[in-house]
């Protein structure tokens, strides 16, 4: 399970670092919360959305961890690997549509899509094809 060893610790490390650049964006400068709207946008919103964001970044820092912790017994943690992807379709990909069809900037969301579809696709591909050579 050598491939799905590194894909949990590649992805667990980019959640990871995912973290500490939201962290700060959240603490540091959060002004720049307000500049990524689509549209003017008021104090309260702006501090309502980056509240949602930080309970996001919170999940990412719990998922990094688990998923560098998992990686030490790859074998007996498939189903993370498939929630990861999972949710990097549905809250990752989906998100990024979401926003875009809200207008927010596509050419900066595209790119987005392409990670999290690339991380979801190379998942269940290193899942699926390690576990085809491993009887059961």
Do not use: C
């Amino acid at each position: 399970m050598t491939k799905t060893k590194w894909w949990l610790r590649l992805v667990g490390g980019f959640y990871l670092l995912l973290v500490i650049g939201s962290f700060w964006v959240l603490f540091v400068n959060p002004r720049l919360f307000g500049n990524m709207f689509p549209y003017s946008a008021n104090k309260t919103a702006v501090r309502a959305f980056s509240d949602a964001w930080l309970i996001f970044v919170l999940e990412m820092l719990v998922l990094g961890i688990i998923m560098l912790y998992a990686s030490r017994q790859p074998e007996r943690n498939g189903i993370l690997v498939l929630t990861i992807a999972i949710l990097e379709f549905v809250r990752g990909a989906g998100g990024d549509l979401l926003w875009m069809t809200r207008g927010f900037p596509t050419a900066d969301y595209i790119p987005f899509m392409i990670v999290h579809v690339t991380i979801a696709i190379t998942g269940i591909f290193f899942l699926w094809q390690e576990s085809v050579k491993s009887p059961v």
